[in-house]
């Protein structure tokens, strides 16, 4: 099983500011991971698949990068509802989803 | 955007069963393989279960591998988790998930996702 480590677990910051989360497999993953963004109470939201590619309606603002064990998530200027929970997952079975960077408002 | 509706949740004793059911609508649900993902009370995601478009295949994760048991009717645009012998760790909201990519396109990312239903195990 494929462990992927995310971090920080918890990013302090202000509207406008840059946003770089972490995700780290145990394993090489290629490019075969996404990310997904939380918000309370609501359901997960897919975000970026194949560790770059945007899912449709999101906005430019997210971008992934990486490959093999080490991956980003960047929000270039974070807007007020970009505070929530970032999950990234792996595809190979059985899949597996980090434990989540929660993003707050500083 | 496909829409996708949890039910079947509820309070249950440990050892007890339930089965939970997700239906889709606002795309072709026999062209796409689903997912069941489950998220324990203030914890992260935890992927459960998959199975293909056409149930040709099916996957499942350790923690319930033998106790839990997937299965879908296109006909009624539906899937479903059956879940036995249940603990009190299984408490959790449930949600069922669309993969991205349709047919032998299985990609395993999930695109559309239901608001979850919630099942308490407990005495």
């Known amino acids: 099983e494929v462990v992927l480590t995310q971090s920080p677990a918890t990013l302090s910051l202000s509207p406008g500011e840059r946003a770089t989360l972490s995700c780290r497999a145990s394993q090489s993953v290629s490019s075969d991971l996404a990310w997904y963004q939380q918000k309370p109470g609501q359901a997960p939201r897919l975000l970026i698949y194949d560790a770059s590619d945007r899912a449709t309606g999101v906005p430019a603002r997210f971008s992934g990068g990486g490959s093999g064990t080490d991956f980003t998530l960047i929000i270039s200027s974070l807007e007020p509802e970009d505070f929530a929970v970032y999950y990234c997952q792996q595809r190979s079975s059985p899949l597996t989803f980090g434990g989540g960077t929660k993003i707050e408002i500083k | 955007q496909g829409q996708l509706v949890e039910s079947g949740g509820g309070v249950v004793q440990p050892g007890g069963s339930l089965r939970l059911s997700c239906s889709g609508s606002?795309?072709?649900?026999?062209?796409?393989?689903m997912h069941w993902v489950r998220q324990a009370p203030g914890k992260g995601l935890e992927w459960l279960s998959f199975?293909?478009?056409?149930?040709?295949?099916?996957y499942y994760a350790d923690s319930v591998k033998g106790r839990f048991s997937i299965s879908r009717d296109n006909s009624k645009n539906t899937v479903y988790l059956q879940m036995n012998s249940l603990r009190v760790e299984d408490t959790a909201v449930y949600y069922c998930?669309?993969?991205?990519?349709?047919?032998?396109?299985?990609?395993?990312?999930?695109?559309?996702w239901g608001k979850g239903t919630t099942v308490t195990v407990s005495s």
């Open positions: 606002g795309f072709t649900f026999s062209a796409y393989g």
């Open positions: 998930a669309k993969d991205l990519r349709g047919y032998n396109y299985d990609c395993h990312y999930m695109e559309d």
């Open positions: 199975m293909r478009y056409d149930s040709s295949a099916r």
